[in-house]
């Protein structure tokens, strides 16, 4: 996704919700600068309006049908204006 001069990469995204899910791991957060980073990234796309769902291994692994779910209800959510 790119916005003004900047381009970030989400895992998973539907553009017209404004969605977007990231995969959550101990290997890519593995240090404290890492973590930081991320979480400036993920701020920074929140405030131009999208929603981001975080998700972990278990979620794909032992729950899919509850992460489906969870997607499913953010895309059905209606939209504000703005």
């Known amino acids: 996704m790119q916005q003004t001069?900047?381009?970030w990469r989400v895992?998973?995204?539907?553009p017209a919700a404004?969605?977007?899910v990231e995969?959550?791991?101990i290997d890519w957060?593995?240090?404290r600068?890492?973590?930081?980073?991320d979480k400036r990234r993920l701020s920074r796309i929140q405030?131009?309006?999208w929603t981001?769902?975080?998700?972990?291994?278990?979620d794909v692994r032992r729950e899919p049908d509850s992460l489906a779910n969870r997607i499913l209800n953010h895309l059905l959510r209606p939209r504000m204006a703005g």
């Open 5 to 7: 001069r900047e381009l």
């Open 11 to 14: 895992d998973f995204a539907w």
């Open 18 to 20: 404004r969605l977007a």
């Open 23 to 25: 995969y959550e791991s």
């Open 29 to 31: 957060h593995a240090g």
């Open 33 to 37: 600068d890492e973590m930081i980073r």
């Open 47 to 49: 405030e131009l309006g």
């Open 52 to 58: 981001i769902i975080p998700i972990v291994v278990d």
